[in-house]
């Protein structure tokens, strides 16, 4: 029951980031696999599919691009070159500023997801 109802709810965010941004089911179905397997709960993987969605359009970035900043996104997280502490050792400032066009919440999500 518990996994039909995390499953319900993955496909639920798919579907309302589908009518949303207008981004393929492939490259959602990719984004909330990918969020799900950073944040490990229904409610992170939404958050942080959001930001990325949001991102993506702020941007323009085509399915292509999208599936491959998803795609880097996660295996820099796995690797560990993404982490809270290397943000703020190695260039907080020169990230912070990259995304200062971005609404406030984003850069705390981006920055928080990267713990």
Known sequence: MV???LNDSLVD???NLREESGYS???LSLLTKKTYGLTGSADGAKKLSDAFVN??????KSDDAMQ???TKFTQMNA???ITS????????KRYLGSLKHYPRQWVSLA????N
């Open 55 to 60: 991102l993506g359009r702020a941007t323009g």
């Open 79 to 81: 690797s560990g070159e």
């Open 85 to 92: 502490g290397s943000i703020t050792k190695n260039g907080k």
């Open 13 to 15: 965010n798919i579907k």
């Open 68 to 70: 491959n900043i998803i």
């Open 3 to 5: 996994i039909k109802k």
């Open 111 to 114: 920055i928080n997801s990267t």
């Open 25 to 27: 089911i492939d490259t």
